[in-house]
């Protein structure tokens, strides 16, 4: 018998962990990824969009289509972290791309155009994986909501609920994580959608470091495949940074929820004032959702490895 893999998108903000995220969900067969979509969040949106066609053709994958949209969040991230997506998209590691037919063509569609088509045209159930704020998200259920039903989950990397934030700005109180502080409104609709949401939260991505071992070692098979080769040099991009697995921890979620440890809660998420974009948990009111409390460290890095072993 024929096991259908788990059809997929990934809609994300177009940063370091945002493409490792990808290309974890690319080289997995357990996954059927059916489009990859940028929201204007921690990148600008247009050049992580050339960026991801060229880490697609780069690697040879064969997948769904790529898009993006520019549509603002009401709290934009720092511009000084947007503009890594300028330097990814120059990287001198697609040079040999010129040699290679193009991953992709056609003009790039709207993240929200190509989310709506995918979902009414699957052949099952997709699991939405949410790497960045809900911007792109939110809109298509209020305007399509029998779409609903066709979404099996939605995995975002978003929240801090027995944490402090990492939002660092005038007039907020650090308790939010960005993503959600980025369009807290959206956040907050996608919630109350009713939509099944798992929540991988700073709570278990602050125990999870790049650490220099983990690089080294991701050094060592760079040599021979491809993907790791792409992989270091991206992680290289923050190095001297406390960097973590945020979004790549998402991905695994979806591929490999065995590694984790969940809890049901109900929450719900501050909208306004100096907690916007806080997650909280809640007795009465909100929404139930799953909250990812703890990940097997070393199998989950092992994971990593090995799929960027694969092409």
């Keep these: 018998m024929v096991t259908m893999p788990q059809f997929a998108i990934h809609d994300n903000d177009g940063h370091v962990d ?3 995220s990808t290309i974890l969900l690319w080289l997995s067969p357990e996954l059927s990824l059916l489009a990859v979509t940028v929201t204007d969040g921690d990148c600008f949106a247009a050049q992580s969009y050339e960026a991801f066609l060229k880490m697609a053709t780069f690697l040879d994958v064969n997948g769904g289509e790529i898009g993006y949209s520019e549509d603002p969040c009401p709290n934009p991230f720092p511009d000084s972290w947007r503009r890594e997506s300028y330097i990814i998209n120059e990287l001198p590691i697609f040079s040999d791309n010129a040699l290679k037919t193009p991953y992709q063509t056609r003009k790039a569609r709207k993240s929200s155009v190509i989310i709506t088509e995918c979902l009414n045209n699957s052949r099952g159930p997709v699991t939405l994986v949410c790497t960045g704020p809900l911007t792109n998200i939110a809109p298509i259920f209020e305007e399509r909501p029998e779409l609903k039903k066709k979404v099996e989950s939605i995995v975002f990397m978003g929240g801090a609920f ?6 660092e700005m005038p007039e907020h109180d650090n308790t939010a994580e960005w993503n959600v502080y980025a369009d807290p409104q ?4 996608v919630l109350d959608s009713g939509i099944p949401i798992t929540f ?4 278990v991505t602050n125990h999870v470091p790049v650490t220099r071992e983990f690089i080294l070692k991701l050094d060592e ?4 495949c491809r993907a790791s080769q792409l992989a270091a040099k991206l992680y290289s991009l923050v190095k001297g940074f406390n960097y973590y697995f945020w979004d790549t921890l998402t991905a695994a979620a979806v ?5 984790f440890t969940f809890k049901d809660q109900r929450v719900d998420i501050v909208t306004q004032g100096k907690s916007q974009g806080r997650t909280q948990a809640t007795i009465f009111g909100g929404k139930k959702v799953k909250i990812a409390t703890s990940i097997k460290v070393e199998p989950f890095e092992q994971f990593i490895l090995e799929v960027l072993r694969r092409r």
């Design 18 to 20: 945002d493409f490792l």
């Design 162 to 167: 027995g944490v402090q934030g990492n939002v």
């Design 186 to 189: 959206a956040a907050k609709r």
């Design 200 to 203: 991988i939260p700073l709570d």
């Design 221 to 224: 098979q760079a040599e021979s």
């Design 255 to 259: 591929i490999k929820p065995e590694l």
